[in-house]
């Protein structure tokens, strides 16, 4: 079982320095993909976005990239273009601001004025962004991996106290028609007291009891609640890495819509606060599942 939070970090060497990824994702219903790079990497950012969109399904993921270090034996300036955009900046000082002063600082916010020697080809830039983001996507799996493995422990522990929660309750409801049938006995008796004209008609009273029986008997809802934590047992024993999240989640919703019946039909104090621990206890699953992929 795999966690949708995580962080993973590749990098690849590229000239003098190195292509460098970092993938940071946390949980999400969908995949909410965000790439994020310098402005000189148009090219490769593209790349980035269809690898990780193959190989990350689910979650809020947040791609960065950037180089790092020298990529070029050496920086040139290009002569002709700073010429060309600083003519372009006086002309217009001229035409706006005659008196005002042009620092040459301005010059730094021209695009591709420097460029580097050296530099390795496009080719080769796209082969090191694939190869980070190849490492930072599997860095970022390992690390779901540990936290999956690690979710899966405790809804497993929790699933095994449901069920202990279920057998509570089933043992505390086995007897619930005599009770139903002693407490309204006890009733009726206590209302005809002094009145020796009115007899008790046992025949009606089974009757009651048995139409009472049936409007909080929860035997089916056990029985589904006990089919509900199997399944989710199940899925949580399955090591084979493939997505569980929305699985749990919907089993997570119809053990909450049993436990909900349960509550309401149940008439036994006991049995109805093992009603409530068992919402309770779904109530953290859900919150826990969230987080499952």
């Given at each position: 079982m795999l966690s949708m939070t995580g962080y993973g970090r590749g990098h690849a060497p590229l000239g003098r320095g190195s292509f460098v990824v970092e993938i940071r994702a946390v949980n999400h219903r969908f995949l909410d993909l965000r790439v994020r790079a310098d402005s000189e990497l148009t090219a490769e950012q593209h790349v980035l976005e269809a690898y990780v969109r193959k190989h990350v399904l689910r979650g809020r993921v947040d791609v960065s990239a950037r180089l790092e270090g020298k990529l070029g034996t050496d920086v040139v300036l290009d002569r002709a273009r700073a010429r060309a955009a600083f003519a372009e900046l006086i002309a217009l000082r001229d035409e706006l601001a005659p008196n005002e002063s042009i620092p040459l600082s301005l010059l730094s916010g021209v695009p591709a004025l420097f460029s580097e020697v050296g530099a390795p080809a496009p080719e080769a830039r796209l082969v090191a962004a694939e190869q980070a983001v190849q490492m930072a996507c599997a860095d970022l799996a390992h690390m779901r991996n540990l936290e999956g493995s690690a979710l899966a422990v405790d809804l497993t522990r929790r699933a095994a106290g449901l069920l202990e929660s279920v057998e509570k309750i089933a043992a505390a409801t086995t007897n619930q028609s005599?009770?139903?049938?002693?407490?309204?006995?006890?009733?009726?008796?206590?209302?005809?007291?002094?009145?020796?004209?009115?007899?008790?008609?046992?025949?009606?009273?089974?009757?009651?009891?048995?139409?009472?029986?049936?409007?909080?008997?929860?035997?089916?809802?056990?029985?589904?609640?006990?089919?509900?934590?199997?399944?989710?047992?199940?899925l949580l024993a399955d090591t084979?890495?493939?997505?569980?999240?929305?699985?749990?989640?919907?089993?997570?919703?119809?053990?909450?819509?049993?436990?909900?019946?349960?509550?309401?039909k149940i008439a036994d104090a006991g049995a109805a606060q093992h009603a409530l621990e068992v919402k309770a206890e779904l109530e953290r699953m859900r919150e826990q599942v969230q987080n499952v992929l």
């Open positions: 005599a009770a139903l049938r002693d407490k309204l006995s006890a009733r009726l008796r206590k209302l005809l007291d002094g009145m020796t004209d009115i007899p008790l008609d046992a025949g009606r009273l089974e009757l009651e009891v048995a139409l009472l029986a049936d409007r909080t008997d929860v035997s089916e809802e056990l029985t589904r609640l006990r089919s509900h934590v199997a399944q989710l047992r199940e084979g890495g493939d997505p569980v999240g929305r699985k749990l989640e919907f089993l997570i919703q119809e053990l909450g819509r049993e436990a909900n019946t349960v509550g309401a």
